[in-house]
């Protein structure tokens, strides 16, 4: 079992940076996918970005490619989101979620794992 819990999501203003972490305990993760997923209110939860555990691989959605970096620190079992000129239309709940094989990585139902959600919110 792998649970995931999410933190540092906030109120900011458009234009600002905030930074997500996402804690993973519960099993070894080395071989692990780790994704970050956001969903606005009646909308469908949308791909943000992924990353393999050794950092070797990563991609992100097209909309946030250069403002959002995902990063992951092994040590202490921590992804996290670095999101940068942040505008009123990334406002969302952000979801981390896992999976165990490089596929489909931008699909939300190929992921096994998932937290509760940390709320981020951009005022105009």
């Known amino acids: 079992q792998v649970q995931l819990g999410e933190s540092g999501g906030g109120l900011v203003q458009a234009g600002g940076s905030l930074r997500l972490s996402c804690a993973a305990s519960?099993?070894?993760?080395?071989?692990?996918?780790m994704g970050w997923f956001r969903q606005a209110p009646g909308k469908e939860r949308e791909f943000v970005a992924a990353i393999t555990w050794s950092g070797s691989s990563t991609t992100y959605a097209g909309s946030v490619k250069g403002r959002f970096t995902i990063s992951a620190d092994n040590a202490k079992n921590t992804v996290y989101l670095q999101m940068n000129s942040l505008k009123p239309e990334d406002t969302a709940v952000y979801y981390c979620?896992?999976?165990?094989?490089?596929?489909?990585?931008?699909?939300?139902?190929?992921?096994?794992?998932w937290g509760q959600g940390t709320q981020v919110t951009v005022s105009s």
């Open positions: 519960g099993r070894t993760f080395s071989n692990y996918i």
């Open positions: 979620a896992s999976k165990t094989r490089w596929s489909s990585v931008n699909t939300a139902r190929a992921y096994d794992y």
